[in-house]
């Protein structure tokens, strides 16, 4: 009888075992649903924002206007986003990480300068267009004039910005180094120049009216640049 007892109370707690596991995978799941709704939601956000950015300008852009671009309360943004600077600040930061990443990457690649330089600028390019329009938005903004609560992300920003710089710099001198470049003067000028070339596009370069892609236009700059380097004796 005691062993049946103890068989029995083993059942009965394996059967709360498998309840309470059941119940566990259930909240999970519920959670991980909340979770790709809530930033199924925020990507919404973030996507009608940079419209209201590049419509209004930051300045003049509110989370008001975010709200009127969505049709909804401001209130219901409060639950996703505190600020539009936050929200700004965050999805640009994300993509710029990104192209630094590219470009650290390409830089340690075992593949000539001329190809590192080349694919570097299609790369940057073609996330100009990507992400339309929201690195233009940032080239528009002075970082010199933010907040004193941005200011931690203002000096992210102009580290990353300086590593993208500084990984196509080492390229030209890569170039120099072998001979495949002409050392036509300062790699950093140089530099600047190329990242002028692609930034410019902001004045002129909207993807629903452009005849040709941000990946395009990338390979006509890099073929452009690339035959004034290019040491040809």
Do not use: C
């Amino acid at each position: 009888m005691a062993t049946a007892n103890g068989t029995g109370k083993r059942r009965a707690a394996s059967r709360e075992d498998a309840s309470a596991s059941g119940i566990g995978k259930r909240r999970s799941a519920a959670k991980e649903e909340a979770s790709e709704s809530y930033q199924k939601r925020r990507k919404e956000i973030a996507e009608a924002a940079v419209r209201v950015f590049n419509r209004l300008g930051f300045t003049g852009a509110s989370l008001s206007a975010v709200a009127a671009e969505l049709d909804i309360d401001r209130a219901s943004l409060y639950y996703y986003i505190s600020s539009k600077e936050e929200l700004f600040d965050e999805i640009l930061r994300e993509v710029i990480e990104r192209n630094a990443s590219i470009a650290t990457r390409i830089l340690a690649s075992k593949v000539s300068p001329r190809r590192k330089l080349r694919d570097l600028i299609i790369a940057l390019m073609s996330s100009y267009g990507e992400h339309y329009p929201l690195i233009y938005i940032y080239i528009r903004e002075n970082l010199s004039h933010v907040s004193d609560k941005r200011s931690a992300w203002s000096r992210h920003m102009r580290k990353l910005n300086r590593d993208i710089e500084n990984a196509i710099i080492a390229m030209i001198e890569e170039g120099y180094a072998d001979g495949s470049f002409r050392n036509v003067g300062s790699s950093r000028v140089v530099a600047y120049g190329i990242l002028g070339v692609i930034g410019w596009t902001h004045r002129w370069f909207r993807p629903e009216k452009s005849d040709v892609t941000a990946e395009e236009i990338g390979k006509i700059y890099a073929e452009l640049i690339l035959s004034g380097l290019e040491s040809h004796y």
